[in-house]
C-alpha cells in the first residue's frame, strides 16, 4: 500500500438531505470522512453536469444517501492505493459507480473510490480533456471504441438497446457512413 500524502482538512462542495430538503455549501473534511475504497485520488478536474445540478439543488432524487460530496465524474493523480495496479501519481478518471449518488463524488480535493471504478488515463487526454469531455462524452468514447474494434459486428445488439441516439452516432463514426443523417 502507497502511504497518502493529504492534509488533514481540505474543501468539499457537501450536499445535504435535512427535513426532506436538500442543502448544498462548502465545507472542510478529511478522508476519513469520505466514501469507502481503495484508491484515494487528488482531484484536479470534474464537470458540472445536469444530474450535478438536480443533486445540489434537490430538483431530482438523486440522492440516496446523506451527506455527500457533490459530482458524478472526476479526473486527477493517484494519492494512495492498496491496488497494485494504481501506483501513486498515475493519471486516473472515474465516471459512474455511483458518485454523487451513493458515494462521493468529485467536488472536492480529494475522493476515495473502488479500484474497480478507476480507468487509467486514455493516452492523448489529460485531466481537464477529460472532464471537458465529461460523463457522456467518455461514454460515447467508449462506446465509438467497442463499434470501431468490433467494425460494425455488435451494431444490432447495441442499437437494440440503446436509449439514445449515442449508439448510432458511434456506429456512424466508426462505418464512416453519413447517409443515415
Known amino acids: 500500500?502507497?502511504?497518502?500524502?493529504t492534509p488533514d482538512q481540505f474543501p468539499?462542495?457537501?450536499i445535504h438531505l435535512q427535513a426532506g430538503r436538500v442543502e448544498a455549501r462548502w465545507e472542510q473534511m478529511s478522508v476519513d470522512e469520505l466514501s469507502a475504497g481503495e484508491v484515494v485520488i487528488r482531484v484536479s478536474h470534474?464537470?458540472?453536469?445536469?444530474?450535478?445540478?438536480?443533486?445540489?439543488?434537490?430538483?431530482g432524487r438523486i440522492l440516496r444517501r446523506s451527506p455527500l460530496v457533490g459530482g458524478i465524474d472526476?479526473?486527477?493523480r493517484v494519492e494512495s492505493s492498496s491496488d497494485p495496479r494504481f501506483v501513486r501519481g498515475a493519471e486516473v478518471l472515474v465516471t459512474g459507480c455511483g458518485l454523487s449518488e451513493t458515494r462521493d463524488g468529485g467536488y472536492a480535493l480529494y475522493a476515495r473510490v473502488p479500484a474497480a471504478a478507476v480507468?487509467?488515463?486514455?493516452?492523448?487526454?489529460?485531466?481537464?480533456?477529460?472532464?471537458?469531455?465529461g460523463t457522456a462524452g467518455f461514454a460515447a468514447g467508449l462506446a465509438y471504441a467497442l463499434l470501431?474494434?468490433?467494425?460494425?459486428?455488435?451494431?444490432?445488439?447495441?442499437?437494440?438497446?440503446?436509449?439514445?441516439?449515442?449508439?448510432?452516432?458511434a456506429w456512424?463514426?466508426?462505418?464512416?457512413?453519413?447517409?443515415?443523417?
Open 74 to 76: 472526476l479526473a486527477g
Open 12 to 14: 468539499a462542495y457537501r
Open 148 to 169: 470501431y474494434r468490433q467494425r460494425g459486428k455488435l451494431w444490432l445488439s447495441v442499437l437494440a438497446h440503446a436509449t439514445t441516439n449515442l449508439a448510432l452516432a
Open 172 to 181: 456512424v463514426l466508426a462505418r464512416r457512413d453519413w447517409s443515415y443523417w
Open 1 to 5: 500500500m502507497v502511504e497518502a500524502i
Open 119 to 133: 480507468v487509467p488515463m486514455p493516452t492523448g487526454l489529460d485531466a481537464a480533456s477529460a472532464m471537458a469531455l
Open 46 to 59: 470534474s464537470s458540472i453536469n445536469y444530474k450535478d445540478a438536480l443533486a445540489a439543488s434537490g430538483a
